[in-house]
Nanobody, 117 residues
Framework: QAQLVESGGGLVQAGGSLTLSCVASGSIFRLANMAWHRQAAGKQRELVAAIPRIGATNYADSVKGRFTISRDNAKNTVYLQMNSLKPEDTAVYYC???????????WGQGTQVTVSS
């Protein structure tokens, strides 16, 4: 069983930056596709960015050019660098891990990101 623990959320003004981190316990990290999702109040959870074990990253159109996902396999950690934040980026951000395309089986508890205008 794997555990994912996110950190780095908080309150930031529009135009600011935050970096989220997610540390994975267990031995799955190097084998897993990793992703960040988010869920805003009253909305469905959506994929923000994904970084597979092998292959290219992909991003939601709404964050392309502003967010960067990366991973450090030596530290079992995936990051989400968020720049030029907008109020509409306000949401709970979740780290996820999986082993098949777009299938995520392990989830973190979430970290709140609030962007003020």
């Amino acid at each position: 069983q794997a555990q994912l623990v996110e950190s780095g959320g908080g309150l930031v003004q529009a135009g600011g930056s935050l970096t989220l981190s997610c540390v994975a316990s267990g031995s799955i990290f190097r084998l897993a596709n990793m992703a960040w999702h988010r869920q805003a109040a009253g909305k469905q959870r959506e994929l923000v960015a994904a970084i597979p074990r092998i292959g290219a990253t992909n991003y939601a159109d709404s964050v392309k050019g502003r967010f960067t996902i990366s991973r450090d396999n030596a530290k079992n950690t995936v990051y989400l660098q968020m720049n030029s934040l907008k109020p509409e980026d306000t949401a709970v951000y979740y780290c996820a891990a999986g082993f098949a395309d777009d299938q995520y089986v392990y989830w973190g508890q979430g970290t709140q990101v609030t962007v003020s205008s």
